[in-house]
């Protein structure tokens, strides 16, 4: 799937909010000064377009609010990292976007997570979905690393189960 394609399937859709997704969207408003329940949306659409686990759902959600608690000026790595996930200027001529959109770096982010599902498989072997989606993501953000990154986690997993602990006590 490219980038225009599930920026268009995410506006369209119609899925009804859920619990989980209304406390998602108010966990990104503590994060973010500026509030962006529109954009939360829309990248937990892309999330589920693009076939993410339930149980990881928010993933870009919990990324942009530890990468940049969703500014998409903001600069890391040297001025080198860009925008709400801190993409580095390779993602704009791979996946011809412009890294300080929010959309479009979300949508970039996150097919380059998918992507790296079938890679995941073949390096590290039969695992479960949600550990083979988190495998995909450390792979996604990380430099490559002779043998996988296979029992990896990222850093931004930690928010997520943060946010879904929270949600499991309301």
Known sequence: MDVPTLLALSLLSS????????????????????????LTRQMLRMEEHLGVPATLRGMSL??????????????????????????????????RIHRVKAPEA????????????????????PLGEQQMWIAAWVTAIRAPRKGGRCQQLPKHLGVLKAWQRAVRQT
């Open 106 to 125: 979300a949508a970039s982010w996150l097919i380059h997570v998918a992507a790296q599902v079938p890679k995941v498989q073949k390096q590290c072997g």
């Open 15 to 38: 899925t009804p909010t859920t619990p989980e997704e209304t406390y998602l969207v108010e966990q990104v408003s503590l994060c973010s000064k500026a509030s962006q329940p529109g």
């Open 62 to 95: 919990a990324a942009a609010c530890k990468e940049s608690r969703f500014n998409p000026s903001a600069k890391g790595d040297h001025g080198r990292a860009v925008g709400i996930l801190q993409q580095w200027p390779w993602w704009e001529k791979k996946y």
